[in-house]
Each structure stands twice: as C-alpha cells, then as structure tokens.
C-alpha cells in the first residue's frame, strides 16, 4: 500500500488527492441560489410555478454556461 504523502501548496497542507482551495465557494454558490429563487419566485404566482422557480434556481448556472457556450460558438 501506498504511503501518504504530504504536499506544501500556497501554505495550505494538501494531502493524496484533496484540496482546501476552495472553502468557501459552497456558501457562494449556495448565496446565489438564494438570489436567483427569489428573483424568479417574484415573476409568478401558484404552487407549481414556485415550484419550477425553485429547480429552475438549483440548475442556472447549466444555463449560463450553456448559453455562454453558444454566444462564444464553441
């Protein structure tokens, strides 16, 4: 079996194969579903609607990334 081995990467203790790098970007992704729910959930009104508002919110940045994927003609 393999042993552990430890890595120095920008003052941050990385160990095999998981990195701390990016900490703090769950809250921000998590923030910008917040927004975005309640961006779309003020445009409608009814339980299914919210309900569509709300999944709509969780896969956005599919559609971003689609859509940027397409102006970029890629």
């Given at each position: 079996m393999?042993?552990?081995t430890e890595v120095k990467c920008a003052d941050v203790c990385v160990k095999t194969?998981?990195?701390h790098h990016d900490k703090g970007m769950g809250?921000?992704?998590f923030l910008?579903?917040?927004g975005v729910a309640v961006y779309f959930i003020q445009q409608v009104s009814g339980?299914?609607?919210i309900?569509?508002?709300i999944l709509k919110a969780?896969?956005?940045p599919a559609f971003l990334i689609y859509q940027l994927f397409v102006l970029?003609?890629?």
């Open positions: 393999a042993k552990e194969k998981w990195h809250g921000v992704y910008g579903i917040i339980f299914w609607p309900v569509l508002a969780i896969v956005w970029l003609k890629i």
